[in-house]
Nanobody, 115 residues
Framework: QVQLVESGGGLVQAGGSLSLSCAAS????????MGWYRQAPGNQREFVAR???????DYADSVKGRFTISRDNAKNTVYLQMNSLKPEDTAVYYC?????????WGQGTQVTVSS
């Protein structure tokens, strides 16, 4: 009952920056998490960052200090600001929405970091 639309992926050189956004629509509970996962070819999908509706954040160790997650509750949108990008950040990034024990997923957006 929640739909997620992602945007902002692309190609960037190592050391550069990129911003992702994800807009949610549908039936949204008051308390929820919005976050980002990523998956590279041959790899498992891994957690990147999340933020609660109250604004508390959590980051994977691999991106801590480089990525910043934020959200605009009025727009039901979550953002991921990615700085100091590395080739190992290359992956398809998926927006995630969690509420009432259910995960919803966006379609994914490609992020490619060249060396």
């Amino acid at each position: 009952q929640v739909q997620l639309v992602e945007s902002g992926g692309g190609l960037v050189q190592a050391g550069g920056s990129l911003s992702l956004s994800c807009a949610a629509s549908g039936s949204m509970a008051r308390f929820n998490y919005m976050g980002w996962y990523r998956q590279a070819p041959g790899n498992q999908r891994e957690f990147v960052a999340r933020i609660s509706s109250g604004g508390s954040t959590d980051y994977a160790d691999s991106v801590k200090g480089r990525f910043t997650i934020s959200r605009d509750n009025a727009k039901n949108t979550v953002y991921l600001q990615m700085n100091s990008l590395k080739p190992e950040d290359t992956a398809v990034y998926y927006c995630n929405f969690w509420q009432l024990g259910i995960d919803y997923w966006g379609q994914g957006t490609q992020v490619t970091v060249s060396s």
